[in-house]
Structures are given as structure tokens and as C-alpha cells.
């Protein structure tokens, strides 16, 4: 893996079909703080969630299942 792999940045629906999800747990699991996401900023009020792809092959190889409840 290089060094820009482990910088990509993943859409959300991406990330659901990494970890075979659907995309409204996956935004659930970020807002919750139980999945790592980037905010960035369009405006006073809007943001955009970005996944860092390292984080998400990380979660897979670990093999833990994501805590979207508790």
C-alpha cells in the first residue's frame, strides 16, 4: 500500500459497501462516534463526511463488527 492509499478519502456509500452496510447506519455509526469520519466544511452550517480508507481497512481487518447499537 502506498503512501496515497492510506490517505484516500471514501464517500459514505463507499464505506457501506466496504463493510456491506447500508448507507444511513453507516452515517448512524459516524454521528454516534463509533465509526471515524472527516468533516469538512462547505458552509455555515453543511458538512460533507469523508472516511479515511486506513481507518475502514482497519475495522475489516480486525474483523470486529462495527457497534451500531449501545
Not at 459516524?30 to 465509526?35: D, I, M, T, Y
Request: charge should be positive; include cysteine; proline fraction near 6%.
Amino acid at each position: 500500500m502506498t503512501s496515497n492509499q492510506t490517505h484516500d478519502l471514501l464517500l459514505p456509500s463507499e464505506v457501506a459497501t466496504m463493510l456491506r452496510l447500508k448507507v444511513n447506519s453507516v452515517y448512524a455509526a459516524a454521528s454516534a462516534g463509533r465509526l471515524p469520519a472527516v468533516r469538512l466544511w462547505r458552509g455555515r452550517r453543511k458538512s460533507l463526511l469523508r472516511f479515511r480508507r486506513c481507518d475502514i481497512e482497519e475495522l475489516i481487518r480486525r474483523g470486529s463488527p462495527l457497534p451500531l447499537k449501545g
